[in-house]
């Protein structure tokens, strides 16, 4: 069965204190691995896809990796408008956009 | 505001009652989605829908509730016979085709309790 495990389900960090965090994936063939933001009372906004093993992708303080079994999602010097949280998600190869896995996500607090 | 629209943001329902939830896709967008959020819990796939069509209703449960996207106007999630269970956030998210990078087009949410 397709699984997406996500930690720490939280994370605190200062203002500029450089952190990861994890995605840990299981799909019987990945079609794509994506990471969405999302503030309290608003909906997931869309940030990275990843398609293969080896892959980076980079926003401003954020920087994606991709393994054959995890993703990393790396915040450099973050601010406190980066608090949020974090949703990983994978499709399997084949599949709809219905297919769409979501793991419960990372709760980051960035302190002042 | 070309985004998704869901309204309303808040609906209060006693047990038994309906609840209606709408959702407008973003302009150019066919293809819609229903997710549930529960508090601690990731989004959870129901149902995927274009127009006139369910495509897969796979996460829907069988009874009480079902979901259309008519030829005009918004797709409509609806629950009969609300139970407390039901009380959750309920998201609609929108793509232009069957999405092939994974972005999918979030509204803001319809956040229901069931008294």
């Known amino acids: 069965e397709d699984q997406v495990t996500q930690s720490p389900e939280a994370l605190r960090l200062q203002e500029g204190e450089s952190s990861s965090l994890n995605c840990s994936y299981t799909?019987?063939?990945?079609?794509?691995l994506f990471w969405y933001r999302q503030d309290p009372g608003k909906g997931p906004e869309f940030l990275f896809t990843l398609y293969s093993a080896g892959e980076e992708k980079e926003k401003e303080r954020l920087k994606a990796t991709l393994t054959k079994k995890e993703s990393f999602l790396h915040i450099t010097a973050p601010k406190p408008e980066d608090s949020a949280t974090y949703l990983c998600?994978?499709?399997?190869?084949?599949?709809?956009?219905?297919?769409?896995?979501f793991g419960s996500g990372t709760r980051l607090s960035i302190r002042p | 505001n070309a985004g998704v629209m869901q309204n309303p943001r808040h609906l209060v329902r006693r047990r038994g009652q309906e609840a209606r939830l709408r959702c407008s896709p973003m302009k150019g967008h066919s293809h819609v989605y229903w997710y549930r959020q529960l508090p601690e819990e990731g989004l959870k796939f129901m149902v995927y829908l274009q127009k006139e069509n369910i495509i897969d209703e796979s996460g829907m449960p069988k009874e009480r509730f079902s979901a259309e996207f008519p030829k005009e106007g918004p797709s409509i999630l609806r629950i009969q016979q609300v139970v407390r269970g039901d009380s959750a956030a309920y998201f609609c998210?929108?793509?232009?085709?069957?999405?092939?990078?994974?972005?999918?087009?979030f509204g803001e949410g319809s956040r229901l309790t069931v008294l």
């Open positions: 998210a929108s793509s232009r085709a069957g999405t092939m990078n994974g972005e999918l087009f």
């Open positions: 799909v019987s063939g990945l079609r794509g």
């Open positions: 998600a994978v499709q399997a190869r084949g599949s709809s956009a219905s297919k769409i896995i």
